[in-house]
């Protein structure tokens, strides 16, 4: 099956370790395309500087998502709310 995993960014490395479970159970994953970017950059949600960045990151995720059989939202806790997505 393929899974594209959903969530926001603040759970990139959550969202890698997911990626390899679903991976040693047989499936095909895909993840937001800039979660390698921001962990390497550190620049976890902050577009100022490349206003295009975070949109065509959106419109490729977008992609994925039309492209696979299923979604796993990954919905931690963030800023103190619950189900932050």
């Known amino acids: 099956m393929k899974i594209t995993i959903c969530g926001s960014l603040a759970f990139a490395e959550k969202i890698l370790e997911i990626e390899k479970e679903l991976q040693a159970l047989g499936h095909s994953t895909l ?18 500087g490349q206003p295009d960045f975070g949109r065509e990151g ?5 992609e994925n998502i039309a492209i ?6 990954v919905n931690f806790d963030k800023n103190g709310v619950k189900g932050y997505v």
Not at 31 to 48: K, M, Q, R, S, Y
Not at 58 to 62: D, I, N, Q, S, V
Not at 68 to 73: G, M, Q, R
């Open 31 to 48: 993840i937001p395309l800039d979660t390698h970017v921001f962990l390497n950059e550190g620049a976890v949600n902050d577009w100022t």
């Open 58 to 62: 959106m419109l490729g995720h977008y």
């Open 68 to 73: 696979s059989d299923a979604i796993l939202v």
